[in-house]
């Protein structure tokens, strides 16, 4: 059974352009979270997703962020007009749903090591 | 809120040597608790885990026990090994929402930073 995937594992990106960072959950994962880790820092939740819903985002900036996670295909964080600020290390994780294990359980991806020049 | 604080690092330690890295929490309820290991350029992979009161989570010879009535969590290894330096991260997870069944975000502390030295 794979682990989480995360592509690509490192992006490098200039002021003013675009991120976007993919995860692809565990097989029969329905939870997805995403996280952000400054440097010398721990992680920072920023949103959770399930099919198609984003249930919570507290965590996101207001501006230039957002996620998603589609029917088909994988969840998306998308960094728009990125800021040297946005320079991370940005993880995802994923959980089954109800009654396919246990779901306080979050399994993390390698992650995706942005850089903004 | 919830909250997680880590004792303050980073850790130095000779190999064999008695590993005790403290983790308090402040959080509502009954939350599950756990600690994960990141080990360089990687990814976080849990480590242990305890969802009540009292409960010990247990892996590759590190142990730590769920004590509400301190609010801690603290991880111990009896005998450390080279291969144990990484950063460690004490995290925990509200009660399940009742709704969904799954706990929402994860709460983490700020992470300590091991070297073991041969």
């Known amino acids: 059974n794979a682990g989480v995937m995360q592509n690509p594992r490192h992006l490098v990106r200039r002021r003013g352009q675009e991120a976007r960072l993919r995860c692809s959950p565990m097989?029969?994962?329905?939870?997805v979270y995403w996280y952000r880790q400054l440097p010398e820092e721990g992680l920072k939740f920023m949103v959770y997703?399930?099919?198609?819903?984003?249930?919570?985002e507290s965590g996101m900036p207001k501006e230039r962020f957002s996620a998603e996670f589609p029917k088909e295909g994988p969840s998306i964080l998308r960094i728009q007009q990125v800021v040297r600020g946005d320079s991370a290390a940005y993880f995802c994780?994923?959980?089954?749903?109800?009654?396919?294990?246990?779901?306080?359980?979050?399994?993390f991806g390698p992650g995706t090591r942005l850089t903004v020049l | 809120g919830n909250s997680v604080t880590q004792m303050e690092g980073p850790v130095t330690l000779s190999e064999e040597a008695f590993l005790t890295i403290n983790c308090t929490y402040t959080?509502?309820?009954?939350?599950?608790l756990f600690w994960y290991v990141q080990y360089p350029g990687e990814g976080l992979q849990l480590l242990l885990k305890?969802?009540?009161?009292?409960d010990k989570g247990s892996n590759k010879g590190f142990e730590a026990t769920y004590r509400k009535e301190t609010t801690s969590f603290h991880l111990e290894k009896g005998s450390v090994q080279v291969s144990d330096s990484a950063v460690y991260f004490c995290?925990?997870?509200?009660?399940?929402?009742?709704?969904?069944?799954?706990?929402?975000?994860?709460?983490f502390g700020k992470g300590i930073t091991l070297s073991v030295r041969p």
């Open positions: 959080a509502t309820g009954y939350p599950s």
């Open positions: 994780a994923s959980s089954p749903p109800v009654g396919g294990g246990s779901t306080d359980t979050q399994y």
């Open positions: 305890a969802t009540k009161a009292d």
């Open positions: 997703l399930q099919k198609e819903n984003i249930i919570d």
């Open positions: 995290a925990l997870s509200p009660h399940p929402n009742s709704h969904t069944g799954a706990n929402s975000k994860l709460t």
């Open positions: 097989k029969g994962h329905s939870h």
